[in-house]
């Protein structure tokens, strides 16, 4: 299945019934009297988040989505029926967007979650509903109310709980492949990795979902390489894993450009938790690896995230997929980083319950 995180819809929900214009004539009955019912209502277009969906690209073969018009009032009173409601399934994380592409409408979070897009229209009065002790018969009855229409954006963000960050070749897939059953494709040319990927990791009995986004390259929020449209994945981690590849030329500065792409980005990333690790390990010898070390120690103290009174800077990790080196330390360093954050985020909402 091929991955797609936007996509552009147009909808409509339905016209509501018109109603009707009728007068009960019986054998025997001398004054019948209107009896024209109301018109149905249109239906609905509405988002529903459900389980197992984890791309947009049913929207990019439909695009277009037209609920039914309602049914029309007809005599002795009988009401039209409602048209049934367009209902379009979508991945859990996924936003909705007016046609600006700007203003938010809707971000589908959970399960089961659902959002009225378009509302159909209410039906129109039948001649019925215009009696009145002076108009004994009324012929006239309204129709039907116009349904709307509009074009959204849906934009999908991958829930997961860490994100792995870094230049092209870094070792992210490497690493997602050693660590979760996920089978990215690895090879060694840069934009191996051409849309993101999810894997699920166990580390002492926790678990927790890992997501692998594409290498940054300088110039990513100006559309270089695949540009940084795929941050919006890693928006919602509760922390980050930044490889750094200890075989490139110089480690300082291949961690500054992804840092300051992040920073480009926006969107709250940079002040996310931050583990930096100094992958492929194993591939250089002990003299290079010192003074990668050193390198990225200084990047890592100009760039980095800027640390709270008291708080003392997470100390680098050496890491190497291939031989496992460093690997479980980062998966322990993750898990906690979780784990607080959840922490937090749960005596946040219950302080903010207990507010009036």
């Known amino acids: 299945m091929k991955f797609l995180d936007q ?8 016209d509501g019934g018109a109603g009707a214009v009728s007068f009960r004539r019986e054998k025997f009955i001398e004054f019948g ?4 019912g109301d018109g149905g209502r249109g239906g609905d277009v509405v988002a529903h988040c459900v389980d197992g969906l984890n791309t947009l690209i049913d929207y990019r073969y439909q695009q277009h989505f037209k609920a039914g018009t309602g049914m029309h009032g007809m005599g002795r009173n009988r009401a039209g029926g409602r048209a049934p409601d367009i209902v379009m399934k979508v991945p859990v994380g996924t936003q909705i967007f007016d046609e600006d592409n700007e203003t938010l409408l809707a971000d589908l979070t959970e399960v089961g979650q659902r959002y009225v ?8 009065f039948g001649n019925a509903h215009f009696t009145t002790s002076t108009n004994r018969a009324p012929r006239r009855a309204n129709p039907g109310q116009v349904g709307i229409e509009r074009t959204i954006w849906l934009r999908l963000k991958l829930i997961a709980d860490a994100g792995l960050v870094g230049l092209p070749n870094a070792g992210k897939s490497t690493f997602l492949a050693s660590v979760s059953a996920a089978r990215p494709k690895i090879a060694d040319y840069p934009f191996t ?7 699920v990791v166990k580390i002492d009995d926790r678990e927790f979902v890992l997501a692998d986004i594409p290498g940054l390259i ?24 930044h490889l750094v590849d200890a075989t490139g030329d110089h480690a300082g500065t291949s961690y500054r450009i992804v840092r300051q792409e992040l920073d480009a980005y926006g969107h709250g990333i940079t002040e996310k938790p931050e583990i930096v690790a100094l992958s492929k390990a194993d591939a250089v010898d002990e003299e290079t690896l010192k003074a990668q070390t050193e390198r990225l120690k200084r990047a890592v103290r100009s760039y980095g995230p800027t640390l709270a009174p008291g708080e003392k800077r997470r100390p680098l990790l050496m890491l190497s997929a291939a031989t496992r080196l460093g690997v479980t330390e980062g998966l322990r360093a993750m898990a906690a980083e979780i784990a607080g954050e959840k922490a937090i985020e749960a005596a946040e909402t219950e302080v903010a319950a207990w507010e009036p």
């Open 218 to 241: 300088e110039g990513a929020h100006e559309g270089h390489g695949l540009g940084d449209r795929f941050l919006g994945h890693v928006e919602r981690c509760r922390v980050l894993l």
């Open 33 to 36: 009297g209107p009896d024209g």
């Open 7 to 14: 996509a552009k819809v147009y909808v409509r929900s339905g």
């Open 117 to 124: 897009i378009a509302k159909g229209g209410n039906g129109g």
């Open 193 to 199: 990795t051409l849309h993101p990927g999810l894997g």
